[in-house]
């Protein structure tokens, strides 16, 4: 607590401070992560995971057990289990709040990978070579098809990687990770007692 006393407004017999300033903690600060929509958020990593899994799958068709589609498939999933802890996160409890950065950074990283591979899979059309010497439309209507398929994906993980991003960055605001803790001034003005 600082205090700060004016002398000359003090009149004869008064003792005390007329003005004190007092810094607090923010009392709204946890409620910092509720203003990313938390359950709207991670509800909606959930969707864009099982849908790339599903894109996925239908490229397996293709690929068969291509390995960086099983490492897409496998690097995908911690996007469900960062979207259920955002979720969880709302009850704005300290261990879960920090729980759900860990696995909000973990997400983002893994999406990060998951665009790479994605992109890998979109340049590799090795799988459809036995089809273009028997009919030539019909494999390019299929790598239509699979391009359209590979850049869904793509924009699923630059989604998934914006919204890791995003509730990363509000779980900080309320944990104090990355920068002090702030706090408010509070300025209390005290009146003189009239003559007695």
Known sequence: MVGIVSSALNTEGETGNLVEVKFQKNPSQAKKYLEAEPKALGVTQIMLSLFFLCALYLNWNFHYFYPPAIISATFSTPGIIAGSVAI???????????????????????????????????????????????????????????????????????????????????????????????NVPVIVVSTPSGPQ
């Open 88 to 182: 969880a996160a709302q009850n704005l409890h300290l261990p879960t709040l920090k729980a759900c950065l860990g696995m909000q950074i973990v997400a983002c990283v893994f999406s990060v990978f998951c665009f790479i591979l994605t992109w890998g899979l979109m340049s590799d059309n090795s799988w459809i070579h036995f089809c273009w010497e028997d009919n030539g439309t019909m494999c390019e209507r299929l790598w239509s098809i699979y391009e359209h398929i590979t850049g869904i994906g793509m924009l699923v993980q630059a989604t998934q990687i914006a919204l890791s991003a995003t509730l990363a960055a509000f779980c900080c605001k309320v944990i104090q990770c990355c920068s002090p803790r702030t």
